[in-house]
């Protein structure tokens, strides 16, 4: 007869099996486990012998306490974590808990005292202790340059947080953008004048008049005129603007797994192209492209004499 495997089930008289079996739980659920979790896994465990193991894991520094919308949450702590943070009090590990759960977006301190429920100077006077022992740090946003964001130490901050390569201590680099757009859009025309040289049919020289992404990402990079590393993203999104100013096209076309430049089975293909009719004066002025034309008036709330547009423009 082959054998027959029994699960062993946890020994609800032995405590020092019931937080062996909590701690079980909490590494299969990396999030956090509720009292919920814990019951449904061991429902004959009576509620003062939960609580009695919750509380020695908590007292010994084996979990970590987080409150979320459903409730109370008991996750494992990092030894690396639990280590930096030995001697705090609970105020000041519940105020990097909330940080830590923010991610590389960060959270304003305004945020954390809604979350924590502290009062703002013993909150700032915690995020200080907190950035001295190197476990936090303040990073400034573009969207909100007197604001700071607060994320753990070694996290690298979120591209809607830094601004990405277009950005420079909050400021935004527009004539690295400028430089940008014209060397992609120099590279995709001296592709198209290379196929139109090439003597060959109409299909074929349009075809090979197409540029992927990834090679202007690398004819950038091998110019040098960039300080930061640009990502194909970086570049996609120059590429958006010459297709916005009518001066690239795009076009989608299935590609192989693990083609250089292809997402989900799709590549994205660019070529610069000349306009038919170039645009008339009056297009170019802000009046040629104002959305509230018809509303706009001479003694209105919208006219030429308060127009920041025009004013803008004039200066220019």
């Known amino acids: 007869m082959s054998e027959v495997k029994v699960k062993k089930e946890t020994n609800l008289s032995d405590p020092a099996e019931i937080e062996n079996r909590i701690k079980e739980l909490c590494q299969q659920f990396p999030h956090g486990i509720t009292d919920q979790v814990i019951q449904n896994d061991m429902p004959h465990l009576e509620p003062q012998q939960r609580a009695m193991a919750i509380n020695k894991l908590l007292s010994l520094g084996h979990l970590d306490l987080l409150r979320n919308s459903s409730g109370l949450l008991y996750r494992m702590k990092d030894a690396q974590t639990s280590s930096k943070m030995k001697g705090s009090d609970n105020q000041e590990k519940l105020v990097y808990q909330i940080i830590e759960d923010a991610g590389n977006k960060g959270i304003w301190s305004r945020d954390i005292r809604f979350k924590s429920n502290l009062p703002l100077t013993e909150i700032n006077k915690i995020l200080k202790n907190l950035e001295s022992k190197k476990l936090i740090k303040a990073v400034k946003s573009v969207a909100a340059s007197k604001k700071k964001v607060y994320m753990l130490y070694n996290l690298q901050p979120d591209r809607s947080v830094t601004g990405g390569a277009w950005y420079s201590d909050q400021d935004f680099e527009s004539e690295f953008v400028e430089v940008l757009n014209q060397q992609c859009f120099k590279f995709l025309q001296s592709k198209a004048e290379a196929a139109r040289d090439s003597k060959q049919s109409p299909m074929v020289q349009r075809n090979s008049s197409f540029a992927t992404s990834h090679e202007v990402w690398k004819y950038i990079c091998e110019l040098g005129i960039s300080k930061v590393d640009l990502s194909m993203d970086d570049i996609e999104t120059i590429l958006n ?47 040629g492209l104002c959305p509230v034309f018809d509303d706009c008036h001479e003694g209105g709330e919208i006219s030429p004499s308060n127009c920041i547009y025009m004013t803008e423009w004039l200066d220019f």
């Open 241 to 287: 603007t010459l297709i916005y100013d009518g001066k690239v096209e795009m076009t989608v076309i299935a590609a192989k797994e693990g083609t250089v430049g292809s997402v989900d089975g799709q590549m994205k293909l660019y070529r610069g192209v000349n306009p038919v009719i170039h645009p008339t004066g009056l297009v170019k002025t802000p009046c």
